[in-house]
């Protein structure tokens, strides 16, 4: 899961797939492409959204996405599309490339949207952001299981 600074939507969208899945079967990680928040928590209102949905997102970390990102995840999911393109562009081939997806596409609802930053926003936008999250993740959910 990747954002641009990995402390709104990549976390949740991280916290809500590992509740959906077997951690045994499956490794679920966030990412963002800017290094603007390595090793900060995430943005409290996403905790609390989080939380109030039975997620505990409070002891992830920022962190910045890697070039080895591609070797060690099999999917890589943008959370909108600056940020899948900045991701492309890190790719050293088309392998590395088709890894890539947009996160709301994996939802019939919100396909070819972008999850919107809720950062400059009120509490509203991240319900609404954990919404569309939740449903992208259900839909991957079904995907894998």
């Known amino acids: 899961m990747v954002c641009l600074g990995n402390i709104c939507r990549s976390p949740l969208a991280e ?4 509740s959906r899945l077997d951690p045994n079967l499956f490794y679920v990680d966030s990412a963002g ?3 603007y928040h390595v090793g900060e928590k995430p943005d409290n209102r996403s905790i609390l959204t989080a939380k109030r949905h039975g997620i505990d997102i409070s002891n992830q970390r920022a962190r910045k996405f890697i070039k080895s990102d591609f070797i ?3 999917v890589i999911y943008a959370m909108d599309k600056e940020n899948f393109h900045d991701i492309i562009s890190l790719a050293k081939d088309d392998f590395q490339q088709r890894k890539v997806k947009l ?3 994996e939802s019939k609802l919100f396909s070819n949207k972008s999850v919107p930053d809720p950062y400059y926003g009120g509490d509203d936008g991240f319900e609404d952001v954990y919404q569309m999250l939740d449903q992208a993740c259900e839909m991957i959910e079904k995907k894998y299981l």
């Open 33 to 35: 492409t800017a290094a």
């Open 72 to 74: 060690n995840f099999d």
């Open 15 to 18: 916290g809500i797939l590992k």
């Open 103 to 105: 996160l709301l596409n």
